[in-house]
């Protein structure tokens, strides 16, 4: 594609409902990163694949955050029993395996907790 | 402890004028420094970006400014517009590995 997309753009969610975020990297990109960006601030990295590998999840801020890439190609971002404090946008990231440093992102997901 | 310090918070600048934003960084094993630059409602885009083994980068009216010994590095935006108007976010990475990103700057460009 494009670029990287993510659905849904926006998702109300009551406290205690989980949530599911969907990330489409660029085609081809083996790596995919997500990122937590509060109002305000920069993002802040949670879980990085490559390919189907999850290598780093040291981010990821409780057990309630689990994240997949079955694939190697779109991941999904899922949180369980959503809190008021997972309020935030959450974006992807993905980076090719040449100019792999280079991070391209999505427009995010805003995620509003109610 | 946060690994990458930015200032100011935000900006205010003339047309035509410069615009300097600074950050400083803790892990001297950081390699790769990117610029960002985020619209409301859009994710952070890619402007610029420099290895420590390089003391400037320039790409049109953008500059990275890099003093490995300081362990700092700056945007320098030449003529600026009001189009440049946005958030900007300086990063760090090691080993193409995940990205630490400064609070960022809140440039304004006046007409």
């Known amino acids: 594609g494009a670029g990287v997309s993510q659905s849904p753009r926006y998702k109300v969610a009551k406290r205690g409902q989980d949530v599911a975020l969907r990330c489409d990297p660029i085609s081809g990109h083996v790596s995919l990163f997500w990122y937590q960006q509060a109002l305000g601030q920069g993002p802040e990295f949670l879980t990085y694949?490559?390919?189907?590998?999850?290598?780093?999840k040291s981010g990821l801020p409780s057990d309630r955050f689990f994240a997949e890439r079955p694939e190697g190609s779109v991941s999904t971002l899922k949180i369980q029993r959503t809190q008021q404090e997972d309020s935030a946008v959450y974006l992807c990231?993905?980076?090719?395996?040449?100019?792999?440093?280079?991070?391209?992102f999505g427009p995010g997901t805003r995620l509003l907790v109610l | 402890q946060q690994q990458v310090k930015q200032s100011p918070q935000s900006l205010i600048v003339q047309k035509g004028g410069i615009s300097i934003i600074n950050c400083a960084y803790e892990n001297t094993a950081f390699d790769y420094f990117p610029w960002y630059q985020q619209f409301p409602g859009k994710g952070p885009a890619l402007l610029i970006a420099?290895?420590?083994?390089?003391s400037e980068k320039k790409e049109g009216r953008f500059t990275i400014s890099f003093n490995k010994s300081a362990k700092q590095f700056s945007l320098h935006i030449m003529d600026s517009q009001p189009g440049d108007s946005a958030t900007y976010f300086c990063a760090a990475s090691f080993n193409a590995g995940k990205s630490t990103f400064g609070d960022g700057t809140t440039l304004t460009v006046k007409p």
């Open positions: 694949f490559q390919n189907e590998a999850q290598l780093d």
């Open positions: 990231a993905s980076s090719s395996g040449t100019l792999k440093e280079t991070q391209y």
């Open positions: 420099i290895r420590p083994d390089v």
